[in-house]
């Protein structure tokens, strides 16, 4: 039996049973089942073979924001409009068929767009190339999921469908669960706040799933089974994601009007630009890049190039040392900085200070 053909019996059986709390046991079962049998999806156990052709491109810039959408929706007109280069664009499904990378420069910060070949539906269980358009979507720092303004909510739940079943989570903060397995001792199961879905046995039923039968489990949230399984699985990513509503040229003024109130949606016209600035305005929002100017000794700040922070890095003075140049930590002494951190300007801070946007530093050696 293929792992397609064992999927499809489990989410049949899921279907099937009625959700209470005589087959909550049950059905976390069947959860943490199907998140086993999709990882191998993703992941055959053999060698598999390469990426594929044209597929992943060179990280370069600050940030990274692919295009995920089903074909014709758009993505091809709005990265040409965004970023000035030409991605094939015709009135036909399936235009783009690899990878297209363009960037944009925004605020001082360098971001890569990459343009995905649309995905159909069922590109989860590695229908058409959705397996690797949706590789390439996990290495984003944000989604863009454009969608037709016609039917925007059909296919956003198909397209959210599509990626939660890669392990991709979006616009969702990581459950707050500490999990650690150990050599012996059994399951032992602490709650800092009560629970509503889960329990000590469904706890075990879940991790036994997995063939883990000794491990400390820590809920420090009201976790769902979904949570754990996430955890335990521990290849999930949590990318941010807007929401793309191309199109708006074709609906009438009241139409727009109920679509703003889609939450993480913005409403554009990819073909006469319009509303363009508050889909910039928002990506730049939901990227959370830190910008910060130096300032040479004696100098003024150049507002030209600002070092561009992310979460990832951190915002600390040391963060920014380090994008700055490796060696610059060995001789640091202390920091001046002007701006929103500090109470006073300049105030001298050491390496550990949180930096925010537009701060102006300059590094003191020893």
Known sequence: ????????????????????????????????????LRRELIQPKGGGGGPGEGFDVAKTGDARIGFVGFPSVGKSTLMTNLAGVYSEVASYEFTTLTTVPGVIRYKGAKIQLLDLPGIIEGAKDGK???????????????????????????????????????GIRLNKKPPNI???????????????????????????????????????????????????????????????????????????????DIIYRIPHAVPISAHHKWNF?????????????????????GQLPDY???????????????????????????????????GRSVKHNPQRVGKEHMLEDEDVVQIVKK
Request: net charge positive.
């Open 304 to 338: 030209t190039a600002p070092i561009i922070l992310t979460t990832s890095k951190g915002r600390t003075v040391e963060a920014f040392c380090n994008t700055l140049h490796k060696g610059i930590m060995r001789e640091f002494k202390q920091a001046l900085v002007w």
């Open 128 to 166: 058409g190339r959705g397996r690797q358009v949706i590789a390439v979507a996990r290495t984003c720092s944000l989604i863009f999921i454009v969608l037709d303004v016609l039917k925007p909510l059909h296919d956003k739940q198909l397209i959210e469908r599509e990626l939660e079943g890669f």
């Open 1 to 36: 039996m293929s792992i397609l053909q064992k999927i499809q019996d489990v989410e049949a059986e899921m279907a099937r049973t009625q959700k209470n709390k005589a087959t909550a046991h049950h059905l976390g079962l069947l959860k943490a089942k199907l998140a086993k």
């Open 277 to 297: 600035d508050d889909l910039l305005e928002k990506m730049w929002d939901y990227l959370s890049l830190t910008r910060i100017y130096t300032k040479p000794k």
């Open 178 to 256: 500490a999990f650690k397995k150990k050599e012996r001792g059994g399951i032992n199961l602490t709650n800092s706040v009560a629970q509503s879905q889960l329990d000590g046995d469904m706890v075990k039923s879940i991790l036994s799933e997995y063939k883990i039968h000794n491990a400390d489990v820590i809920l420090r949230c009201d976790a769902t089974p979904d949570d754990l399984i996430d955890v335990v699985e521990g290849n999930r990513v949590y990318i941010p994601a807007i929401f793309v509503l191309n199109k708006i040229d074709q609906i009438s003024i009241e139409e727009l």
